[in-house]
Structures are given as C-alpha cells and as structure tokens.
C-alpha cells in the first residue's frame, strides 16, 4: 500500500517535471486579440514549453507574475518602476527587446545649447530662451520625461495658492527669458487658454505665439531643433536620434545646420561636442524587457533561448516557437538575453536619469484616497504607482478605513482628501458630511448607470405612480436612491400632500412601509418603519425581497437588483423561483409600453472631496483624476494599456470604480442635450427645499369655499 502510494507520487513528479510550461501573461482583457485567438492556442501542443495566461493590462500581469499566477511577460520601462515599489521584490530581468540592435537605450534624452550663448554652468541658462518640444504626443515620451529637464534645473516654487500646475508654469516663466512650449500645458481647454495668456512669454518663441498649438512650426520632437538652429533659442530639450539627424551626424537633416555652433550641455554643467553625446545623456528610457519570477528565470531565459532561429512561418511541430515568438515580440525587433539576470533596480539603474527622473515630484503635495475594502485598497495603490510613474500629480496615497460611512467622516475630518461615492450615499454624503461631488463615472450605454424604478409585480393592480397612493413600499435606506427618486420625482409630478418634511408628506403618501434609516423616535413616522420588522440594515436586495414575498406592493429599486435576483441570478431559498417575467416598472407616462422605464437614472459613482476644499485644491484633485482615467481608462490610444482603473481587479468587478465606467464627467455634461432625462443628480441639486406655503394657500381654499357654501346656504 505504502510503495504504491509513494510509486504514485513520484509518478506524478516525473510527469509534472515533463509537462512543466512556463506561464507567459498576455494583456488581452477581451481575449480577443491576434495574440489570443491565434498565436496562444500554437502553445497548446505536449511539446510546448510555454502557455498563455491573460491580464486585463500590462500592470495586472505585472500583479499576475508576483502573485505567482504567471511566470513572465514584456514590460515597459515604466512597468519596471512599478514593480521596484511591489513588496515582495520577487522579480527578475532576463532579456531586453531591442528595436534597433546595439542601441543601449530606447532614447536619450539631451541638452543642447548654442555656443555663442556662453552657457557654461547650469546657472547660466537663466534669462536664457528655451526650445522644448512641447506637450501632447504621449506616444513619445512620458510627462516625467518632457518635465524633467526643468524640473532638474528650474528653481521650484510652491505657493499653495496656486495650483501644481500653475507653480512650476510660473516656475520656468520667471526663470526662462522666453520659450517655445506648444501645446496643451493642461488637460482643460480653458484652463490652458487661461494659463497662456497669463505666461506668454513660454510661447513667445513660437512661430505663432497666439496658438501656441500642436500645429506650430516649433512643437514635437524635431520642432525644438528647429527652434534652436533657425536662431530663436540659446538651449533646446530633444532626443539624441533626432539630434544627430538635425545636426548632420547621421544622415537626413537639414543642409544649413553646424554642428560646430554647438554644444551638449551635460547635467554637471560640462560641455562636448555634438559628435561626442557619451556621458552627457540626461535621461535614457530603457527598452522594453521580459520580466519572470525569479524562480522561474532561468527557466524562461532557457526556453526563450529555444526560440533562436524561429522563423515566424513555419508551421511543422515547433508551432509553439513561432507562436510564443509573435506573442513576445513583433518580428522586426531583437531579443537579447541579458549576461546575468538582474533584478528590476539593476536593470533600470544602467539607464542616465531614469531613476531619478522617476523619483521627482514637486511640492510634495499628497492626495488621500479613502477605500473601505482591502481589494479597492490594493487597487488604489496600484493605480497610485501607476499614476506617478506616468506623472500624475499630486502624488496618490490610500488609506483604508472599514466602511462607506468611515470614509464620509474622514473626509469631513480631514482624515483623507477624497472619496468615491455610491449615489446611494451620495445626500448623506452631502448633507451630514459636507461633501460635494467634483467628477462622475459615466458610460454611454444606458444599462451601465445606475437605474432607478418602480418594482411590482406583474399581475398587481396597480398601473400607474398615482395608483400607489395608500399602497405599501419599501425602500432601501432613507435618502438613498430609491428615496430620491420619490422625493424628486413625485414632488415635480405633485403627487406629494402639502406637508413638510418630504418624509412626512411620503408618510402620508404611502399606507406603510420601510425606510431604513429614518429617525425611529418621530412618532408620525411610525408607519414608514412598519415593513421593516425592526430590522434596520436593508439593501436593495431586501427591498425588493419585501415585494418578492408579498410584504409590500412596490418597491424602489435598481434594475441591476431586480437581474440579479431573478431567473436563477439567486439561489437563495425567497429569490430562486423568481422569474424575470414576475415584475414589471411603473412608467413615468402610465401609457407608455417601455419594459425598462426608469424613475430616476444616477452616475455610479462620483468623486467627491469636503465641500470647503479651495478651488485651487479641488482643481489638482479633478486635473488628477481626468488624466488617470485618460491614461489609464478605455480611451487611451495604445494597444497595451499600462493599467486599466476601470476594469476587474484580480478576479474582482466593480473595484473601486465601475467596471464599465468609460469617462468622468463634470455636473454640468451629465444633463447635455441628448443624454436621458431624469438624472438624479440634477434632480437633487434642484429640488426646492420642501416648503408648507402650498399646504397654507390650500388650507386657505378649503376655508374659502367653507365661507362660500355658508355664503351660498345664507343666500338661499
Ligand atoms: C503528445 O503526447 C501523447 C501521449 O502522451 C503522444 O502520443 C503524442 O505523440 C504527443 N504528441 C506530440 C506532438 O509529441
Ligand atoms: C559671449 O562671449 C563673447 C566673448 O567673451 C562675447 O563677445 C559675446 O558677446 C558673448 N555673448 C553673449 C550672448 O553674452
Ligand atoms: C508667479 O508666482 C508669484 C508667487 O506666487 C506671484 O507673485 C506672481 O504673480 C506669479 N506670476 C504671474 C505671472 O502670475
Ligand atoms: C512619435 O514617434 C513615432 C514613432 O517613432 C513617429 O512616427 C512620430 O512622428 C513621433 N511623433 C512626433 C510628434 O514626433
Ligand atoms: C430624532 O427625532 C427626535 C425627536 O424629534 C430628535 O430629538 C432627535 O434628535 C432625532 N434624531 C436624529 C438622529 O435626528
Ligand atoms: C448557491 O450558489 C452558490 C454559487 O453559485 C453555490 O456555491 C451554493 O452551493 C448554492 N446554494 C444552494 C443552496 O444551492
């Protein structure tokens, strides 16, 4: 018995130390790419010795490798950073995939400045006219990149009456004589207008000043040489490939230009000569490497060395090589085993400038973010290193604190800085908190916001918002959604009685029901806690439950409750016969047939800081938050995006922001001509604080027409 088991056992081992392939993680959220689809399933084979595992971007397989559910991957420089920060520094380099072959770096970023200038020491470039490339090709540079060469020689102000932004604008235009620093400073349009007029002089070198544009003769990577050498600036920001072309060391620039009339200004201040770039580079961005687990790294290193001499067409039984050569790289670029693997620090750590580059911010300035769970917690602080590599400021940091309302009050108590906030909380949010909402989650594709109907069931008399006058309904919390949705919507079809407060008039609206949450000692109200049965925790699950079972006649509810709850969504013993079919919403026409209609339709989630936060302190934390979701959201432009805010987090949906979230949106867009009427948010901000003047003027009628009958029985 005991030789068979231990037979068994070593059977197994054999064939485990067989069949062992390494895991190589994808960044395919969708699975729908040439990788997954065609290349992936080359790696099924017995004699493979790799095999594909998907990540929704490149940092999630970045999480996949440390958490040992992948072996390896491609990552960019940036991902490298990142994983510097990760605890468990688990990781190793194995090979560089070089674009062009024998190049150290991806780029090099340099200085160059005009001999005639007489700039010989960093402090010289005072007063001096700067040409740097601009902003607006993301493509080609970081931020961190584009800002570091002032960074590193601008005296850095921070007076916190402006904005981040704003102080190191302010920064290089008192520094600088003049410059040319075209296109968008900043993400909003107007903001930047405003910022131009106020520092013209960073655009004043410009071959149109007044547009100061990604259009101009001097904006992008060339365009700064341009502005050197046709004679406007004494130093240029530029990459070594584009200078040597423009200078005439390699081919393909302009005719006219003389290296001779300039030199690299080296970041201690040294000169040399243009055809000698060596030890002047002020940043180098490493290539784009394959990182594995160190345990599994010399494995990989092994069998990416199989891959040598692949050719990507061949199709006999090493299928699995050309396949995992296409997924690792495209075939014009090179693989390069590095001599001995090295860990991320290491290998960055080669590279001029980068580290440093990397661990520059200004002012110091912090942004708290409060979660209440630990998976939006581990988010946060993914997002967070993602954000500062790609040159998000200010910087995230995220504390975690254990619920919704714990996350309120830090705000409040200045604990934390901002939050993100359910529409269900959003009025407790407001009115016990003092909280105000900056940005909205929002999706084109209406089945993604939250919406908020009228649930009955199918075969129940009741036709219309009118016919619930003394009927029963539950709620999921006072002030939450549902209760809104009433508030605002029975006040503006002026079902409500004239009496005051909303939840007094609701009181007498409704025969009963449940509003948990509502003040338990204000004996009128008594009703409206009669469905609850003292149990004081709804959500909206119970809500709808309390109709399900027959407890009450409507309830107010989102779709999303009414889907998962029904047609086997639910096995819980009161949900799991619940048929789809079984409910149907009121319409806010009674003769209108649209099955979904809704009363009310909310963001799912908004950003919201203290209500007495300045309004430079509130723009930072909107500037900081529209760029991440632009970096990092499903309009970003690249193929491989580098982290994805608004997808599933390690199995996980919904994660500290919404999973279909495409886009904030501010107040003011949520209610855009052609976007759905009824948006909760607006209906909030403009429902009248509830008033008893009606119930005076009706108090006045009735004893009007009293007076008139008697009038009349007098006459006659
Ligand atoms: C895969 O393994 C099976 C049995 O383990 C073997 O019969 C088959 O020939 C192998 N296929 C290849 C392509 O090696
Ligand atoms: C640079 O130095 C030379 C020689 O000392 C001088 O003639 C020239 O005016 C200086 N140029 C500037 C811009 O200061
Ligand atoms: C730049 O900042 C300083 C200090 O805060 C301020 O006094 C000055 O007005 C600012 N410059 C402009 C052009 O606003
Ligand atoms: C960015 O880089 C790509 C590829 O190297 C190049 O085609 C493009 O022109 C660059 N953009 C600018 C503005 O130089
Ligand atoms: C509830 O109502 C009672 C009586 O009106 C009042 O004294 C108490 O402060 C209220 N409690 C809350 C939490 O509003
Ligand atoms: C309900 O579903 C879950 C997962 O879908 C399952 O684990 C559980 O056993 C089910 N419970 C019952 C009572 O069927």
């Known amino acids: 018995m005991l030789w068979i088991t231990i037979f068994l056992v070593a059977l197994t081992v054999v064939s485990q130390l067989h ?13 729908k790419s040439r990788e997954a689809l065609k290349y992936c399933p080359m790696l099924k084979g017995n004699e493979s010795k790799a095999e594909c595992v998907f990540g929704n971007s490149r940092l999630d397989c970045l999480r996949m490798v440390a958490d040992d559910e992948a072996d390896f991957g491609v990552f960019n420089a940036e991902d490298l950073v990142v994983a510097l920060n990760y605890k468990t520094n688990d990781f190793s380099v194995t090979h560089e995939i070089q674009f062009f072959e024998k190049e150290k770096y991806e780029y090099e970023v340099m200085t160059v400045v005009r001999k005639s200038s007489n700039i010989t020491r960093l402090s010289q470039l005072r007063g001096k006219n700067f040409c740097h490339p601009g902003f607006g090709d993301d493509s080609n540079w970081t931020e961190i990149i584009l800002k570091f060469f002032e960074a590193r020689v601008v005296p850095q102000q921070c ?10 604008i302010n920064s290089s235009s008192s520094f600088f004589n003049a410059a040319c620093k075209a296109g968008p400073w900043v993400l909003d349009p107007k903001y930047d207008e405003e910022l131009k007029a106020k520092y013209p002089n960073l655009c004043k070198l410009c071959d149109s000043p007044q547009s100061c544009s990604t259009m101009d003769k001097y904006w992008g990577r060339v365009g700064s040489l341009y502005c050197l050498t046709d004679g406007l600036g004494d130093v240029a920001w530029g990459r070594l490939d584009d200078i040597n072309q423009h200078f005439g060391i390699t081919p393909g620039g302009p005719s006219n230009v003389s290296p001779d009339d300039y030199n690299f200004l080296c970041d201690d201040g040294s000169l040399a000569p243009l055809d000698k770039p060596q030890d002047c580079t002020w940043v180098a961005h490493p290539w784009q490497s394959i990182l594995a687990r160190r345990k599994s790294a010399e494995g990989v290193q092994k069998v990416v060395s199989l891959l040598k001499g692949t050719s990507t067409t061949s199709s006999t039984a090493s299928a699995w090589k050309t396949g995992l050569q296409l997924i690792l790289h495209p075939s014009s670029h090179y693989v ?18 980068f580290r440093s580059a990397n661990s520059m911010h200004r002012c110091g300035n912090v942004l708290r973010m409060c979660t209440h769970t630990s998976a939006e917690h581990t ?18 940091s995220c504390i975690l604190l254990h619920s919704m309302e714990n996350c309120l009050m830090a705000v409040h108590n200045n604990l934390a800085d ?10 407790i949010a407001q009115r016990k908190y003092d909280l105000k909402s900056l940005l909205y989650e929002f999706s084109r594709t209406p089945a993604n916001m939250v919406n908020v109907a009228a649930v009955v069931k199918s075969d ?32 503006s079809k002026s079902l409500l009685p004239a009496v005051c407060p909303y939840e007094a008039a609701i009181g007498q609206f409704f025969s009963e029901a449940c509003v948990p949450g509502l003040n338990e000692s204000v ?9 609850c049965e003292g149990n004081t925790h709804f959500d909206e699950a119970d809500a709808f439950k309390c109709i399900a079972i027959g407890k009450g006649d409507v309830a107010f509810v989102t779709w999303k409750t009414v889907i998962s709850n029904t047609d086997g969504a639910n096995n819980e013993s009161w949900a799991a016969t619940l048929k789809f079919g079984d409910f149907r919403s009121l319409c806010m026409d009674s003769n209108s047939d649209d099955k979904y209609c809704y009363l009310s339709w909310a963001s799912p989630g908004q950003v919201m800081v203290h209500s007495s936060l300045t309004e430079v302190r509130a723009g930072e934390v909107y500037t900081a938050f529209k760029k991440m979701s632009v970096l990092f959201g499903p309009s970003y432009k690249g193929s491989r995006v580098s982290f994805n805010m608004f997808g599933p987090f390690n199995g996980q949906k919904n994660v500290l922001f919404n999973d279909f979230t495409e886009q904030f949106e501010d107040f003011e867009s949520l209610s855009y001509a052609g976007r759905r009427p009824r948006n909760l948010q607006h209906m909030m901000a403009s429902l009248k604080k509830c008033s008893v003047v009606s119930s005076g003027i009706a108090w006045t009628a009735k004893w009007l027409s009293i007076v008139a009958v008697i009038f009349h029985s007098v006459l006659i």
């Open 19 to 31: 069949a062992v392939k390494y895991r190589i993680c994808v960044v395919d959220a969708e699975r």
């Open 159 to 168: 007076d916190p009456s402006l904005s981040l932004e704003e102080n190191a």
């Open 336 to 353: 390069l085993p590095l001599d001995t693997v090295v860990v991320p620090e290491d290998y960055l750590s080669k590279a001029p400038g």
């Open 379 to 396: 988010k946060c602080n993914w997002l967070k290193r993602a954000a500062q590599v790609y040159g998000v400021e200010p910087v995230l």
């Open 418 to 427: 901002v939050v993100v906030v359910t529409p269900e909380w959003m009025t």
């Open 460 to 491: 129940s008399p009741i036709k219309s918002l009118t016919d619930l006058r003394g009927k029963k309904a539950c709620f999921s919390q006072f002030e939450g959604i549902g209760w809104n949705s009433v508030v605002a919507v029975f006040q």
């Open 523 to 531: 004996s009128s109200l008594k009703n409206m806690l009669s469905l």
